[in-house]
């Protein structure tokens, strides 16, 4: 009977999460693309092949981690300063909170034009306050730039979602009682090193869980980089995700685009075992 | 006092940080094409409510996007409701170890970057027919939901005192009535901070309804957003663009300023809990 | 009481709605066309899909769907919609690299059985290529497009017929401080690119490709390439250059920045408005072209398919031939600057006094060069776009760029077996 109750979400849940990657499994070893007319004719592990000498694969698996590892690190710091400052009393703290978590309630695409207007040149607010104070400055060309795009993208991700990494260390924050500090005061710690030797420490599993969750949504990342830069210039902003979209919806080559899929998902998981793996490894050679 | 003042600056700094980026698109949507390219120029013709004009006008209305969003958004929020409340309650009167794996699966499964899942939804679609329909739309919306909120009611439903269900079996109350009378309205302030989170991933969700919704007056705001158009048709079209983003951003900032307890207690809830 | 009233809210909501979306289904007497076009077509087609539907009152209707600006996105929603069965869309406005990849992919009909030979006849050169598929008519062209290099009048007299020349002229211009820059292009990462390169390129003697053969690693392709980069590294395009598809280009000559711009047909009527600082003083032109090559111009028309999944094509044949008729060709042409398609329009006598241009767009169809004719031209292109986006944004070197963009293109033709 209690059974029963669960058996619903069982069905949903194995139907949108586990039927897709069996399906993937099995497209990857076919070749299904608009040169066999949309059929899926198997194909022995070509696509499997074609993904280990695929320099764009990997730039692009490059290009995810990056991302990822900077804007999740950006994060985790800008959330805990601004978890700390939220954690304090004064005047009117609902109403900061509530502007400070805007950035995470609004659509990514919504914000993603948004700062693609900003980082516009020569029109956008940045370029023209560069030429405001120096006339003589080229301009920015922030999103023409390879090597700066990625970060303009960062800028993005951290903006939005900054917000939701604080509120999680929020959180946490309020589930260490204040005797603690109480104590590390009346033993004359400064405030300082009670963020050190108390706050860090008690938070780490929120820490950790902010991390892994945003680890696996950045390394998903696609709406923001599709309309921000559209994966350009030179292909540097390009994620996994968006190859394989591109895969799917503008060469209609699902059987590729799927073993993409997998690839990432493997990489993912890899990634988050070797980074978990060393975590625990520094916690027992610090401790 | 210096530490006051510290703390004030980093507090305005806050605020600057997150919503200069909005309060800029408000300014973009109130300006003509020519200040654009000169905003700090002097210009006679600075002000303009045209690109909101321009934006109502256009066919279908932009409003029409905004209760797509809200529709999609309901019936998600009320689907997933309707399976995870039931599916959370029997979580936790399963077996411990059982409850535990299960737990554990779900928490995985809730940290999938569901943007790969887009190619096999979109064959799902296409075989049973469920493209450009915003009822059928919820259905991938709710399945991708679930995880999150079925780990967040019961963590409601196992803070509740364990005597309280067995007062209520005694009393001769029946499973469904100890549900319908007891257990969903000491819930509820979860199932409400669930119910929101909810409704502002399907509100905001990209890759599956670009590839589910075809038509037009279907559109959820996010697709809208990206697949708007604008003003003088071959320049830049960022007036109108800013002034789709302020449109489409007012509902949410109403929600949240309507919400906000129920959005922080549901996100914090989460990461105590998970 | 609280949930039990917000229940009921729901399913009264949804009761609506459903009923909303049936009714609609439920009352259509006329058969309706759904015709997807990118955004600038869906607002250029208005007066005269109003006109078709007023003559076909009760019979036939066409819905135009307001596409995307972006040619690439609106041929991902064409795709999705495709892709998703039962499409949306009963006619699609389709860009001429498009129609292998839908024709093979099996979504369009053959619309051979309503356009005769005679109908063929009456196109121009330039748009009568691009329609077919593997023996098949699949596409009725609307506008043909072409690249043309646009000038400034009132700075020189004579427009560059050369690399050098351009180069040459620009210099002096910029010297003088009469113009900021000297040329504006298309460089950012985006089919616009692979346009502007296929110009370059043949002007400078080489190929993309031929056959069977691929002409990118060759000496003509890197000189092409050395060419572009010079532009941007002597400060004769801006930097952002690289960051610039049709919009920022015009956007850029429109304000008097630019000597030079590359751009299609319809620019024409957007620097001759009154919001133009250029108005009046620009001239049209083809590409520049080394000295003894035929300069070239990107075909880039634009035409009707008619989806397989339509239920009723003569109607959407119907539609595609009032939209294409030529009393419609010369109101796109007076009212947008569309070029025409068919002969009759470019040999008015009328026409050709009160617009000069029509003349100089005769001269860049008879000139003009295809791009590749594959289903995977998508991703060819894509492999081209991406490695001279590198050599752009000095991310890596010529050859090594050009040496993987052939390398890639090979390998992506070999795979499908079209080697």
Known sequence: MIILLLLPAIVLIILIFCVPLIRYLWLSLHASSVVTGLEALPNYGANWFRLINDDRFWQDALQTSRFATLSVSLEIVLAFAIALLLDQRFRARGSIRVISLLPWALPTTVMALGWRWIFNSPYGPIDQLLILFNSNIESSNFLSNPDIAWITTVVADVWKTTPFVALILLAGLQTIPNDLYEAFRLEGGTKRQAIFRITIPLLKPYFLISIIFRLAQAFGVFDLIQVMTGGGPAGSTESLAMYAYINAMRFLDFGYSSTIMIASFILLVAAGTISFLLINFFRKVIY | MTELNRRNTTILLLILWSITPLIWQLYTSFCSPEALISPFENIAKRWTLDNYRQVFQADPPFWRYLVNSSLVGIYTTFITLLISIPAAYSLVKLPRRIANVSKLVLTSVALFPYVLLFLALLEFARSLNLGNNLLALSIPYSGLSLPLAILLISSAIKDLPADLEEAAKIDGLNLWQRFRWILVPLIAP????????????????????????????????????????????????????????????????IIMIIFQKQIVSGLTQGAVKG | MKYKLINQILIIISIISISIFSAKSLSTKTRNINILMPAPFADSTKVLVKEFNELNRGNIHINVTRGPRETESVSDL?????????????????????????????????????????????????????????????????????????????????????????????????????IKYGYVWQGRQYEGLSCVFLEVLNGFGGKWIEGTEIGLNTPQSKEASEWLLQLIKEGISPKAVTNFSEPEALQSFKDGDAAFMRNWPYAWTELNSSSSRVQGKVGVTTMVAKDGYQPTSTLGSWGFSITSDSTHPDEDAKAIKFLTSPSSQKYLFKSYGYTPTSNEIFNNKELNKSFPILKSLRAALSVTKARPKTPLYAQISDVLQRELSSILTEQKGIEESLSDAEDNTQKILLSAGKI
């Open chain 2, 190 to 253: 979860a199932c409400a901070s669930t119910a929101i989170i909810v409704f502002l991933f399907s509100w905001n969700e990209y890759p599956i309804a670009l590839t589910w919704i075809s038509k037009d007056e279907l559109l959820t705001l996010p697709v809208a957003i990206a697949r708007l158009a604008g003003s003088s048709v071959y320049s830049v079209p960022y007036g109108a663009y800013a002034a789709a983003t302020v449109i489409g951003s007012i509902p949410l900032i």
């Open chain 3, 78 to 178: 064409g795709i999705s919609s495709l892709l998703l069965g039962k499409s949306t869309f009963d006619v699609i406005l389709m860009d001429v690299t498009w129609l292998p990849k839908y024709a093979a992919a099996g979504w369009l009909t053959p619309i051979d059985y309503w356009f005769s030979k005679e109908d063929k006849s009456e196109l121009v050169e330039g748009a009568a290529t691009g329609n077919d598929y593997e023996g098949n008519l699949y596409r009725w062209p609307l506008v043909a497009d072409i690249g043309l290099l646009y000038w400034r009048t009132d700075l020189m007299n004579n427009p560059p017929t050369t690399p050098d020349e351009l180069i040459r002229i620009s210099k002096e211009l910029q010297e003088n401080g009469k």
